[in-house]
């Protein structure tokens, strides 16, 4: 898959549902009753990454003081959504033991990942920072 145009897919797919009020609110954002849960393997990345992000982030607040943002603790790169989130998932539901020797048996285990921040992409609820691994790490 090229990364690139898969990015700018989304975003001009996404630019026109919201140009054309096709965009999704997530109401239990900030919300206590929020029961909505799964698993999905992330990385977190260095704080000089999530603080270049909150650069950018101040200038979008003074667009937009209203909208959500993600704080430092939150952000994250998905590698993979493994379980959807929904209301009603447990842990306890699943052999989370099988789940973990799929992942482990899936993972490159290249410890000298790299993976550069360049440009943004929307989708119909967020913006997003683009990232792009170097294969030659």
């Known amino acids: 898959m090229n990364l690139k145009d898969h990015y700018n897919t989304l975003y001009r797919e996404s630019i026109r549902k ?13 919300s206590p009753l929020d029961k909505r849960f799964g698993i999905t393997l992330i990385i ?3 704080l000089e990454v999530k603080n270049k992000i ?6 979008l607040k ?9 704080q430092n603790s939150d ?7 493994i379980i959807s989130c929904y209301d009603g998932f447990h842990l306890k539901n699943i052999d989370i033991s099988e789940y973990i ?5 899936s993972l490159n285990y290249n410890t000298e990942l790299e993976i550069n921040f ?17 294969y030659e790490s």
Do not use: W
């Not at 929307?122 to 691994?133: D, K």
């Open 18 to 30: 919201i140009s054309n009020d096709n965009y999704q609110i997530d109401n239990l954002i900030d």
């Open 44 to 46: 977190r990345p260095p």
């Open 54 to 59: 909150q650069e950018f982030l101040n200038k």
């Open 62 to 70: 003074a667009i937009e003081p209203n909208q959500y943002y993600y």
């Open 75 to 81: 952000i994250h790169i998905t590698v993979m959504s």
């Open 101 to 105: 020797k799929v992942i482990n048996q």
């Open 118 to 134: 360049k440009g943004i992409t929307a989708s119909p609820s967020c913006l997003m920072v683009q990232g792009f691994m170097n």
